[in-house]
């Protein structure tokens, strides 16, 4: 179990492997196409399902297939290719089947570029498809993370019958890091709901069709209340230098690990600035914001990679409660440690917090 | 004298089959879906295969096909159905898995997940239900729709210079390489009826002996949505859809021949 | 000439009168001034001299499944195992 | 301690692997360690370029905007990076291809023919090799025996005999560099 | 121009026809198919360009090429064909040309039904496609509303070069109510800037690519510039009762309409109730929504017919200032004025406003 | 003695065409890309359309192409180029649309809107590049890939098994009705390159013409993804692509033989 | 004055025309109307039903829990609707094809022969005529010249033979109800 | 035997080889020890003996139209107008 050093994308895909992956469906897309790469290579390997979809609207809808069929299943994809899955992931949450996505997001709108990006926040957190819920969205740092939760997404989508983002960037994709994978997990057994054959049984059916306003609501309502119980227990993020903070960064993924070398400058700096970085980008850290904002945080900077999506989130945390700015790179740029920085003091000076003031 | 021997006994000969739930269809009076879902039913009660097989439903007016079959199912998003099939088929290779899908669900929205399952040789059986309209949406213009056909969305029937050409879909399917059999019957007399049957039955052997991707197209009415009696609606089908798209064996390699 | 019957689901049928079109003795119809449940005129075997064969034709082109073929068969054809 | 060392040339002069095998070294003197392919356009062709950050603490960002080195292996990577390097910097450059030159007072240039040195050696492809050991020369952020370690360690069977040619060129890399540094 | 009795979907229709439309590409899909059959004669009467696509993913690039070509173009659809679209919207925002989009929400997600439902709230203001843009979103709750906000629509897709939604949900659509035609329109000039082949001039391009993550931040930053425009520029909302109103109704579409009778029904009996009806989804009509709160409302009750997705966005503008809570129907349900009913008088008595302490 | 009507005059005989930016591609060396929007772009100037003629430009490595025509242009979705271009055609029938789409992009992810452009008879050009891999992405298996073929996401080679069979998109189109000019040649010699000229501008001329779908499939070399030199590459197209996918003429009305 | 209005049957009943013809004839009187049908599955067959509000003032919701009236045609639409009319409403019933009876006492109920009625008319197609006449003969939400203006306004040519019966039949059924209400 | 020439846009050129392989003069060859500003080694007229014909073969197949091709052309055939 020794660290290797591994590119992001590969990791994710082993690490699905390891997890007891049984089917892959994908369509090539850069910046996540190496995971699609190996899959090809171990998945026939393994003598498991490897399709190279003609589409990623065929990618999903064959992910929704096997999901169906109770099989551990996956697909993965960027901005473009996410967006033509939107259909298919409406029928899955809607179908209340298992599934991990893997969305390596880049530069949009449109074509745009293959630079990392955070542009599809809202995309991931708030539709994902037409109707009404959110599909659970985990947000790596780094390859390790990117296998950990990788690894434990699919358990999570089991648990909960429901849809399961991995999102990363195209830098989570590209970068190589020294990791660990976690052992290979043997394949579990496909659970009772599966549609299988009606062998000796009553007929399973999977459908997201509900005719009438009264049944469709029911089962709205059900996969509300589900969507309540993940937002209740499933709310996950990571702090630093958080205790005598005044002003708190908050970012996630790439842009939080950028915002890190920022806030450990500006705490050699004698800034009193703590790191707030979400895991779960849904169900949103709510509980543990709110708390950190409590014990005595002035002024709040949301660093992102795109125009601004999860200052929202943030926003409806923190009310007018507290200042909240925004510092966001678009389009495929990644903001750098000293621009966040910059923006670290810009604030500090605001709420007149000085370096000398505060340090020791 | 009547011998014990020549004593009539009356017997069931024909009965409601096992494959098929005992209830009512939405389908409007006359309309061939009903058709095709009992001898899809019979085929799968004389194969035996109720317990292994799995049915993937359209969008489209058998979108309640999996109420219907007593059989496993799963309703696909339109057009997606031989994706959601091959996803199925994949992860249950040993099982039997069939879509049944409309002309609009097939030859429009999903003209790429049903050709690419015929390249990939998708070991799958599709019953393809040409009606040459879109039913459920009220009798719009399908890509199957006959020149010059009236429809809800070509109001003065439908011009080529505008709306183009019909697809015939059997004959596309037939030039791939991974189709083991693709047939067009029709629904329109009990005689078409009776070898429409048997080419389903053909189609899941061929699934059952793991040969390829298999399709019975079915030419079907819409008594409804074309506006005539469902009597008259099947001379419809007899008179213009048969010239403009024959029927016959499209694909049929030697494996399944040896089948037959 | 062989001899059956047939039952039709009266409950189930929707009127379409395809059985009435098919039948080669011409002995459904459809019934007169009665819907059923739903509304639809329902078909009905009218057969008073046992002219139906039990060909079963009728029912291969019944969309509802709505009918239930009988035919007379001499015993020693059915269990001819036990006959 | 934190190096930041971009690696930029042509694709197959052998700048990513360059930057994986400072990674990899890195990695197994137990540092923390991030190695990022400026992944371009989605096509062939055109410039390849990596970015490692070798570091004591947990590395936030695996982008750097001011490397602490650049190890340019042709003219446009020089035009491109030469002026980013940050004051009291590295630049290494490799002088067999470059011909631009810099002005820069600030930084520490090496420059080392290094394509023409590897085709001496008889192998165009340890340009890199040879640069690899010229900068850690002069950075050792990881020492050049683990770098010759990891290289034997890498090294897939059916290039093992290249094994001896390469440890070569990475000494020669450091002797051209040393050289350079200490008038003769 | 006397008022003629129409049904939503066909007045539509016949709107953008007299608002000079050169071209209309979609698919079936209830309920707005009507739509779609109107022009199927109308278009094709005028010599105009009418195309049937064979899918939504197809109609919304058909869209797409005639925008390029300056024309004034126009699709429709509902939830699961608004999801395949999602794709060739991101292109179409990103490349910055005019289209009107017709949304009819029915229940999802999934399959769903096809009763109405305001579920794709999140799907039209937040996303639409991956990346950073907003569309602008006008909201009908009438006949006459659909036909003069259509009308609109297209001036404010050319005069931004934006994309620009109609949304209703099937009661919208399906509704049949008096009311008034425009008159009929000439086509305008195909704009300066549209592809048309190079006659004398610079070559026009129209892409969405930008390699580079600068030239894609640039591209970014200018579609951002214009969005802050737009919501500087486009709020819109209607209000009822607003006065001396101390519980504040926010509803949008149907939603708005129903609650509008259940606000009347309040004010009968003494309540001081107000309804503030937002016309822009996006840009959300804030800057009239916080004066209105601070004018002395205690209380927001939002009514939509999805599981509260508006609702994120009164909150943003209101914060932890007054308490908001929701009302919403799902998959298909349309509240019913009595509903709404109680559920103002549940805040009245939970805020202490009582029927009679405020009636004279 | 020279007359002067005897005196050699030293002429230009080939030069860069006017519908070709002059500017460096970004394809890789020996990529027949750049072949294909030569011959392009010299049809253009020969018919003298420069001025009314668009690009719709796919994703796939062609994706700047219309950086390199000297013409209007357009960049479509992946797979959606014939979409877009219909877009643009019916609103500006009297100019030239051409798409130009690798096969990742037409015979894959965009297989329904070349299928449905061919069906409606819709008046565009299609300059098809068929290099048997997706080039932009790094080398996957394309629709098109040969069986055995290797790729990075065939890297055992394409086993018909599990990926299926390739499909062969000219004699698909070809059965269309509405598809007026389908064939197929080649870029791996300077022979096959002059007769792919020829078929470009008898596909202009279908359009122009106003006789319907037109489209030229050519089989290109992808050097880089293959790990081929450019000559060799070549020589692959020829001595396996060729067999599989047979150059000729699949669809060619009596209209446009006139044309020729 | 706001009045609601449920017309409900099968589909071919001309069901949803009834409640069309209503709406233009509350148009045409200058007053706010709403009519809506609902669009069941997205298939044919089985029941259609449309709602029709009536009012002087604008109207808040176009659909209605509980109509002030309901017009049903059948034994279907009877077992849906006849619980639903609010209290002190309307139930006007085709006597001819429901068998269904109601038991409520608050409301008012009128039996109308409509199917046989236009049978004798010699147009089975009349049954919606003569329904909304006994229906407004009770509610007259919009008069019955209105409505008698309103079909003669709104019959295509081809129909223009059609009107006199229609025009019988709707006075028929105002007969019908008026004979039911005043005990003979 | 026609006479002609051919100037090769060396900046341009990518080095790919294919006019290299295709002249029937065989008079095209790769530089050597010199690469061009992209790093590319370019295709180089070596024509002592003046064998090009400006068939334009070489043209034909340069993928990134690198060639331009001359042919000396008898003044006749070019003006024959004013000839
Ligand atoms: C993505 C999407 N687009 C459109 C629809 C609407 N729709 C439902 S069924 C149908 C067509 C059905 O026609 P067909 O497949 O021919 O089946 P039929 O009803 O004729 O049996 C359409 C367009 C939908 N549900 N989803
Ligand atoms: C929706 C979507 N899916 C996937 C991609 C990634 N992608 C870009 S180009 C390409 C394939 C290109 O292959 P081909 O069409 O054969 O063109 P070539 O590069 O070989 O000329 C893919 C899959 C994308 N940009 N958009
Ligand atoms: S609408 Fe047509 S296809 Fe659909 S059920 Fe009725 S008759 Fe059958
Ligand atoms: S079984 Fe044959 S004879 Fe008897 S009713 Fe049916 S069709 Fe007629
Ligand atoms: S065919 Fe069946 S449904 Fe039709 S009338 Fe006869 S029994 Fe009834
Ligand atoms: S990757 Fe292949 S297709 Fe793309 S430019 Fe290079 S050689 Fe050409
Ligand atoms: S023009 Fe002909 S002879 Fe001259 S270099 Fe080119 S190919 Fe060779
Ligand atoms: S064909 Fe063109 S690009 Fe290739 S080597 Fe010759 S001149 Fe250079
Ligand atoms: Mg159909
Ligand atoms: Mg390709």
């Known amino acids: ?360 | 004298m009547v011998t014990r021997e020549q004593e009539l006994v009356r017997t069931v000969v024909y009965k409601h089959p096992e494959a098929l739930e005992d209830v009512q269809t939405h389908y409007c009076p006359g309309c061939t879906h009903g058709i095709a879902h009992r001898l899809i039913a019979e085929v799968v009660d004389e194969l035996g295969i109720q317990d292994r097989t799995i049915s993937v439903s359209p969008v489209g007016c058998a979108v309640f096909a999996y109420e219907y079959f007593d059989l496993d199912g799963v309703e696909a998003a339109h057009g997606r159905a031989p994706a959601m099939a091959t996803g199925l088929k994949r992860v249950w290779p040993d099982r039997v898995v069939f879509t049944y899908q409309g002309d609009g669900d097939l030859a429009a929205i999903g003209t790429a997940e049903i050709m690419h399952a015929a390249a990939r040789g998708e070991n799958i059986t599709v019953i393809f239900i040409n009606n040459a309209i879109y039913g459920m949406t009220g009798g719009q213009m399908a890509p199957t729709s006959l020149p010059g056909q009236r429809t809800k969305s070509s109001p003065m029937g439908r011009d080529v210079k505008i709306a183009g050409y019909p697809l015939r879909m059997s004959e596309l399917l037939a030039d791939m390489d991974g189709a083991a059999y693709v047939v067009r019957r029709s629904l329109h007399s009990v005689r078409e009826i009776r070898k429409a049957k048997k080419a389903i039955r053909t189609a899941f052997m061929t699934q059952i002996s793991g040969l390829g991707f298999s399709m019975v197209e079915l030419l079907s009415s819409c008594p409804t949505n074309w506006g005539f009696s469902p009597p008259d609606a099947l001379k419809w089908v007899e008179e213009n859809m048969v010239p403009y798209y024959p029927l016959g064996d499209y694909k049929v390699i030697e494996a399944v021949k040896a089948l037959e | 000439m062989a001899t059956g019957t047939i039952v039709i689901n009266e409950a189930r049928c929707k009127g379409c009168t395809l059985c009435t079109t098919v039948c080669p003795k011409g002995i459904i119809e459809m019934a007169e001034g009665r819907v059923n449940q739903k509304g639809y005129i329902p078909a009905v075997l009218v057969d008073p001299e046992n002219q139906c064969t039990g060909c079963a034709i009728c029912a291969v082109i019944c969309p509802d499944v709505c009918i239930t073929v009988y035919r007379d068969i001499p015993a020693a054809k059915l269990q001819p195992a036990t006959a | 301690m934190q190096e930041e060392v971009i690696f930029a040339g042509f694709g197959g002069q052998g700048v990513l692997f360059a930057g994986q095998l400072l990674a990899y070294a890195a990695m197994h003197e137990g540092k923390h360690v991030t190695w990022i392919p400026s992944y371009g356009p989605e096509m062939r062709g055109g410039t390849a370029n990596c970015t490692v950050v070798v570091s004591d603490d947990p590395i936030g960002s695996p982008i750097v905007q001011h490397p602490g080195v650049a190890v340019v292996f042709n003219n446009p990577s020089m035009l491109k990076y030469e002026g980013l390097v940050k004051p009291g910097g590295l630049l290494v450059v490799n002088s067999s291809l470059v011909t631009a030159t810099t002005d820069r007072d600030d930084i520490t240039v090496l420059n080392i023919p290094a394509t023409d040195t590897a085709n001496e050696l008889g192998e165009s492809r340890l340009t890199n090799m040879i640069l690899s050991g010229a900068m850690l020369a002069v950075r050792p952020m990881v020492s050049i025996d683990t770098l010759i370690e990891t290289i034997t360690a890498k090294l897939p069977q059916r290039k093992r005999h290249l094994l001896e040619i390469n440890v070569k060129a990475i000494k020669k890399g450091v002797e051209l560099a040393q050289q350079q540094l200490t008038p003769a």
Chains 1, 5 share one sequence.
């Open chain 1, 1 to 360: 179990m020794s660290a290797e050093l591994m590119k992001g994308n590969v990791a994710i895909a082993e690490a699905a492997v390891r997890a007891g992956l049984e089917a892959y469906f994908g369509y090539p897309i850069t910046p996540q196409t190496e995971l699609l790469e190996h899959l090809s290579k171990r998945m026939v390997e393994l003598e498991r399902v490897f399709v190279q979809a003609e589409s990623e609207v065929a990618a999903i809808n064959m992910v929704y297939g096997a999901a169906c069929a109770g099989a551990r299943v996956m697909t993965s994809s960027s901005g473009p290719g996410i967006s033509l899955m939107q259909e298919g992931l409406s029928y899955i949450a809607a179908s209340e089947v298992p599934c991990v996505v893997v969305d390596m997001m880049r530069g949009g709108p449109g074509l745009g570029n293959i630079q990392p990006s955070q542009g599809d926040y809202f995309q991931v957190t708030r539709s994902a498809g037409h109707g009404d819920y959110h599909p659970i969205v985990l947000a790596p740092a780094s390859v390790q993370e990117a296998i950990d939760l990788t690894f434990e997404a699919f358990d999570l989508a089991d648990k909960y019958r429901h849809l399961v983002f991995v999102v990363g960037d195209g830098l989570i994709g590209q970068m190589m890091e020294p990791a660990v994978m976690p052992e290979m997990r043997p394949i579990r057994p496909r659970p009772d709901w599966a549609v299988s054959g009606k062998d000796g049984r009553e007929k399973h059916i999977i459908t997201s069709i509900n005719l009438g306003a009264e049944r469709n609501e029911a089962a709205n309502l059900r996969i509300q209340d589900r969507i309540r119980v993940i937002r209740e227990n499933e709310q996950r993020s990571l702090e630093w230098n958080i205790e005598d903070a005044r002003i708190l960064v908050v970012g996630f993924g790439t842009a939080g690990r950028v915002a890190l070398s920022s806030v450990k400058m500006a705490r050699e700096a004698g800034l009193p600035v703590g790191l707030f970085r979400p895991i779960t980008l849904w169900p949103f850290p709510e509980k543990r914001l709110a708390e950190i904002v409590d014990g005595g945080i002035q002024a709040i900077l949301v660093v992102e990679m795109n125009a601004g999506q999860m200052i929202d989130d943030v926003r409806l945390v923190v009310g007018h409660d507290v200042p909240v700015s925004h510092y966001g790179r678009l389009g495929g740029a990644v903001p750098l440690p000293d621009d966040v920085l910059h923006e670290i003091e810009k604030i500090a000076a605001n709420i007149g917090l000085t370096a000398t003031a505060m340090a020791g």
